[in-house]
């Protein structure tokens, strides 16, 4: 059993971390966020004063912070990781980020002597909170052996897909997926309901067929209700679509579908539901349309 730094313990962080102190690990935990440091010392965990304070004796650190400038910030700013990790520390970024601040991170730690692997995640909170996540591994494939066992207690689907930066492009193509699929099944709604076939067993029946997906079987009551409570924000998911569009740019290859959705995914957080779920695409789809949740079945 190791001792864990953690940093980062939001909708995503804060479950990881408990499952990890269920596996019997000492973790010790950071965030900006009093509550939710104070939330993980009354569930066995140790509460850290400072991402420093958190990974100063650890022998695994995991971090999983909002976006690029939070891991560059924490890892590789002052008072950061880096400085006060101990060589030989295997750091493993699960937060979702682009590919050039894997590599640069794990350039940096490199030069400190730990071993720096980019594992970002599918599953959302669902995943989080069941310890079922899907995780792509990027990095040293001896680093990735010796996180095995650790990320196992937070993952079902554990893969090394390749050399650092690898996880997270792994993660943009999921992203592209996922918002794709929502934007869709969004569309699927709205057609339904404006030729007057009441959705539910509509979208029922699809997801039993070849149009089924995880992302409906998720979904499918939020989009029904309207209840577009986070979950996966828009905001996120946002710098997740920029993602996208920088390493199709990088790898030199046109998305059209990657561009449209994400032009929707601007549009929604443009609107102001930024801190929304991502399925209030649906809402985008509605307004495209003149329709509201009220005048729905007109
Ligand atoms: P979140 O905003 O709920 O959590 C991030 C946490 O980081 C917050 O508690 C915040 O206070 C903390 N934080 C920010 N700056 C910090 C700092 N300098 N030091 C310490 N703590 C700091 O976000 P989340 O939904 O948990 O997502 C985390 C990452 O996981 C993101 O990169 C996201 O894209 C990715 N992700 C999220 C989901 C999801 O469904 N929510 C699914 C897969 C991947």
Redesign the pocket.
């Known amino acids: 059993m190791a001792v864990i730094g953690f ?7 804060a479950p990881m971390a408990r499952h990890l102190i269920r596996a019997g690990h000492d973790v010790r935990g ?4 009093a509550d ?1 440091v104070a939330g993980l010392a009354a569930d066995g965990g140790t509460g850290a004063t400072s ?1 420093a304070d958190a990974v100063r004796d650890a022998e695994v650190v995991i971090t ?4 690029d400038q ?1 891991v560059e ?2 890892i590789l700013g002052p008072g950061g990781v880096l400085m006060h990790a101990r060589p030989g520390t295997l750091l493993i970024d ?4 682009s590919p050039q601040t894997s590599r640069a991170v794990a350039a940096a730690g490199r030069e400190r002597g730990l071993r720096v692997l980019d594992a ?6 669902t995943g989080a909170v069941e310890g079922v996540l899907s995780i792509m591994v990027g990095g040293e494939k001896d680093d990735f052996e010796a996180a095995r066992p650790v990320l196992e207690a937070l993952g079902r689907t554990i893969v090394h897909v390749g050399e650092h930066g690898a996880g997270q492009v792994v993660k943009a193509a999921n992203q592209l997926v996922v918002a794709g699929i929502i934007a869709l099944n969004a569309e699927a709604l709205v057609l339904m309901e404006a030729a007057g076939v009441d959705p539910e067993p509509g979208l029922t029946v699809l997801n039993g067929g070849l149009a089924g997906s995880t992302v409906l079987t998720r979904k499918m009551s939020a989009f029904l209700k309207r209840d577009y409570t ?4 828009i905001d ?1 998911h946002h ?2 679509m920029g993602i996208v569009l920088r390493a199709a740019e990088a790898a030199g290859v046109g998305l059209p579908l990657a561009g449209q959705v994400s032009q929707l995914v601007a549009a929604a957080r443009a609107a102001g539901m930024g801190s929304r779920d991502h399925s209030a695409l649906l809402e985008v789809i509605e307004r495209l349309n003149g329709r509201t949740k009220e005048n729905a079945h007109a």
């Open positions: 940093i980062g313990l939001g909708i995503m962080g950071f965030d900006v966020n939710a991402s999983m912070l909002p976006a939070h910030a924490v699960m937060s979702t980020v970002p995640v599918s599953g959302g909170e986070p979950g996966f924000r996120l710098k997740d």
